[in-house]
């Protein structure tokens, strides 16, 4: 998705578009990593924006989140994860080993007995496989 798509979205809510704003946002759209911690976001933002404190990134970070820009992930003991929501269901393999991840692009939810879960309103999961990922294994 372009970034205009999510600035408009931004401006939808009311929301100031600030450059630092922007920025952070096109971190996780140009981004390889599928998932970023606030520490990885603020290393990269600081290329263009020296004098940005973590803070701020951690506050823009949960702002986004808040609004729906932005998913929230905790993968156990492990610092939050953040990614760009894009409302595309899905579920991770975490590599306990150098802290990877894989999305499984299923829903495991879908292969459940409905008997198992009857008379019950499933409102929000989260499904994770921890273990040890290939390139840690060779």
Do not use: W
Not at 49 to 59: H, I, N, W
Not at 67 to 92: A, C, M, P, V, Y
Not at 96 to 125: A, M, R, W, Y
């Amino acid at each position: 998705m372009p970034i205009n798509y999510f600035i408009e979205q931004l401006q939808a809510k009311g929301v100031k578009i600030t450059p630092q704003r922007q920025e952070i946002i096109k971190v996780f759209l140009e981004s390889q990593d599928l998932h970023l911690s606030a520490e990885e976001v603020h290393r990269r933002i600081t290329v263009k924006f020296p004098s940005m404190s973590l803070d701020t990134v951690y506050r823009n970070l949960s702002m986004l989140q808040k609004l729906g820009i932005l998913t929230e992930l905790n993968f156990g003991d492990r610092k939050s994860l953040f990614e760009i929501n894009n409302s595309q269901h899905h579920h991770h393999l975490i590599c306990t080993k150098c802290g990877g991840s894989q999305e499984i692009e299923f829903c495991p939810l879908d292969f459940l007995d409905k008997q198992h879960i009857k008379n019950f309103k499933v409102q929000k999961h989260s499904f994770e496989i921890f273990g040890i990922c290939a390139n840690c294994m060779q």
